[in-house]
């Protein structure tokens, strides 16, 4: 990567999050408040934030598939750092922005508030957990990882990009897109070859499935590692590269998706209070110690 490429186009990580909202309203209190049709509210793209912008214009010329072969190298040997769960959630707590002028929550609040809405409506304890722990992955920006690394809409890298993907015309930057090996359909896969089979762009989604995959049921682990890969569980696009078995668990995908989009608010959860809980959950399905 060159070096002057910025680390920070974003203000805080969670401007991303934001954009997601008025990209997918349905369910949140602004499509609630407003007398927009959902139509009108998906003519996003003119008026998205500059600093959106330029993430996504990163994001979209550096998402190589050579990038992402060299990061799944460099992280998923997960040599970086040992500590449990709850260790994990503090050090991500250190990424908290002053400068966010939307909310003051920690980072640890945030992850209660999903999973405190995914209790109250009674799913099951690994459903609660992966609610508590889907972003956790985000520390790949405390590793020196630049934001368009970490988080972000997920797309395959390796075939044609999808006008699905959000900002899409940023595409024309990638070298990728001109590689007879990566910019036909459906480039090196086969149809049908299964989500496994391909790789998505770099990110806390992925990064954070192989840290969990030994431990959480299937359907946790396809949430965690498709949350983002908005083209496809809410625009249906890369569906040549599925096979059945993508479909059915995209169901579980798609129902995790609600709380990770419209749980954000500035309630505090009473961390004190909660964490005994937490903590007995997380000893339920973790070891004390994980690698990363």
Not at 60 to 79: D, G, I, N, P
Request: charged share 30%; aromatic share 14%.
């Amino acid at each position: 990567m060159p070096k002057s490429v910025p680390n920070q186009p974003l203000d805080n990580l969670d401007q991303w999050e934001d954009d997601l909202l008025r990209r997918y309203p349905e369910g949140s209190s602004a499509l609630r408040e407003s007398q927009k049709s959902a139509t009108e509210f998906r003519n996003y793209e003119s008026d998205t934030r500059p600093g959106v912008r330029e993430f996504y214009r990163l994001n979209h010329r550096f998402q190589t598939h050579a990038f992402v072969t060299e990061k799944r190298r460099e992280y998923l040997s997960l040599q970086k750092r040992t500590m449990g769960i709850w260790e994990a959630m503090e050090f991500l707590n250190t990424l908290v922005d002053e400068s966010d002028p939307d909310t003051d929550l920690s980072q640890i609040e945030h992850l209660m508030q999903t999973a405190e809405s995914i209790r109250a409506d009674g799913h099951p304890r690994w459903f609660i957990l992966t609610g508590l722990i889907h972003d956790l992955g985000k520390i790949l920006c405390l590793f020196g990882e630049p934001q368009w690394a970490v988080v972000g809409d997920t797309f395959p890298v390796g075939c044609a990009f999808s006008d699905k993907v959000v900002l899409h015309e940023f595409f024309d930057d990638n070298p990728d897109r001109t590689d007879p090996r990566f910019s036909t359909h459906l480039g090196i896969y086969a149809a049908g070859a299964g989500l496994d089979n391909v790789l998505m762009s770099w990110g806390h989604d992925e990064y954070l499935y192989h840290v969990v995959k030994s431990f959480l049921p299937e359907e946790a682990l396809y949430m965690i590692r498709y949350h983002s890969f908005y083209a496809a569980h809410r625009e249906g696009a890369y569906d040549e590269l599925m096979n059945d078995h993508d479909r059915a668990m995209f169901a579980w995908v798609r129902k995790f998706n609600p709380y990770d989009l419209y749980t954000k608010g500035h309630q505090r959860p009473d961390v004190d209070r909660l964490r005994p809980y937490y903590e007995e959950l997380i000893a339920e399905f973790f070891p004390t110690e994980l690698r990363w």
